[in-house]
């Protein structure tokens, strides 16, 4: 039986829409692999040793907005260098880094103290925040911490919540390292979550190289999240963004 016209027409359309998604998703990811390759070439030119450039937006798909992430070895100025060098690249977008959201480049700015430190860290005197065994996963059991926390945070909306994951000396250093901050970064989705802004966020995994004073590197009572409160004064706007506050 033929197909009616406008059924046929219907079915072309849809055929049409779908061969031009598969043609445009392989182009996208052809200059995917080509800024990758430029911004591979920009960062090495500057000295970013360890610094890679990801073009995939947080659904998956090929994007122009790169994230940067380093394994923590630069300093502020060489990162810096690299930001500029990769913003620089025709084509890209705006540039950020993984250990917080974009933030333009600043002159001239202060810090001072915000009263939510101590909230929080009155808070996290006799409690942690907890994880599943050797993952990143929140345990149950913190859920509600975390619900305090953000609750102590709402009053200092607007200023820079660094968040940083620590670990004990078991395991290998990177190993450590990687868990740490991505505990990290599930602590940041925890609060985002929780009503607390994004762009307001930092974080970052140290591992085991910031024991608690006092204790054993190998002690379990390393293994904490970490937040600093900070207020900053208006920012002066530049192209390039740079890390936040660390």
């Known amino acids: 039986m033929p197909l009616r016209p406008t059924i046929a027409i219907v079915a072309g359309a849809l055929v049409t829409a779908a061969l031009a998604l598969a043609g445009a998703t392989m182009s996208a990811h052809d200059i995917q692999a080509d800024l990758e390759r430029r911004a591979a070439e920009a960062i090495d030119r500057v000295g ?12 998956g ?13 630069l300093d502020e100025g060489t990162r810096a260098e690299v930001a500029r060098a990769v913003a620089a690249i025709p084509g890209i977008g705006g540039v950020r880094w993984a250990d917080g959201e974009a933030r333009a480049q600043v002159a001239g700015i202060e810090y001072t103290p915000m009263h939510c430190q101590e909230d929080v860290d009155a808070l996290l005197r006799a409690r942690t925040v907890r994880f599943e065994q050797s993952r990143s996963t929140i345990d149950r059991s913190s859920q509600q911490l975390l619900d305090e926390v953000a609750a102590a945070l709402r009053p200092c909306l607007g200023s820079i919540i660094a968040i940083t ?3 004990d000396s078991s395991g290998t250093e990177s190993g450590n390292l990687a868990l740490s901050r991505e505990r ?3 602590v940041r989705q925890a609060l985002i979550q929780r009503g607390i802004p994004g762009d307001g966020l930092r974080a970052r995994g140290v591992g085991s ?11 379990p009572a390393n293994r904490r999240i970490e937040f600093s409160v900070i207020a900053t004064e208006p920012l002066e706007i530049a192209p390039v963004d740079v890390p936040g506050a660390r």
């Open 209 to 219: 190289a910031e024991p608690v004073e006092g204790l054993a590197p190998t002690d």
């Open 61 to 73: 798909w090929p994007s122009r907005h790169p994230v940067l992430e380093s394994d923590g070895n």
């Open 48 to 59: 970013g040793k360890g610094v890679r450039a990801h073009f995939t937006s947080p659904s």
């Open 165 to 167: 994951g620590h670990t």
């Open 184 to 186: 990290a970064h599930a």
